[in-house]
């Protein structure tokens, strides 16, 4: 079973990505910003790691730098999940090292194709 770590400070978005991850029989973890995100990644050390990009105490941007330091995490799959929507922004998010950028809101389809195309590759 693969364990996905979800890094988002909206609490409705959380419970719907827990209840679709938990279906389709992925181990979830939360954190509602970034520094409690970076934490649970040094600890659980997930498979992939999903983020939101404009959170409290540190933004996914940073996240992701902090990410890419940490051996036993720099080549784990990191996607961007965000309300920034333009080209510009997946861009922005893509040459900083996310393999995937999803935009909210996002159909569950998506992020399920986005995780199992991460997890295989």
Not at 93 to 109: E, I, Q, R, T
Request: proline residues 5%; charged residues 30%; contains cysteine.
């Amino acid at each position: 079973m693969a364990k996905i770590l979800i890094i988002e400070d909206d609490k409705t978005i959380r419970n719907g990505l827990q209840r679709l991850m938990t279906s389709e029989g992925y181990e979830v973890h939360f954190a509602d910003n970034g520094a409690e995100g970076l934490r649970l990644a040094n600890e659980q050390k997930p498979d992939v790691i999903i983020c939101d990009i404009a959170m409290p105490e540190m933004n996914g941007f940073e996240v992701l730098a902090k990410i890419k330091q940490i051996p036993s995490l720099a080549s784990k799959p990191f996607m961007f999940l965000s309300a920034k929507i333009t080209k510009e922004d997946e861009q922005k998010g893509l040459a900083a090292g996310a393999s995937a950028y999803l935009k909210k809101p996002m159909w569950p389809d998506d992020i399920l194709d986005a995780i199992k195309l991460a997890l295989h590759k």
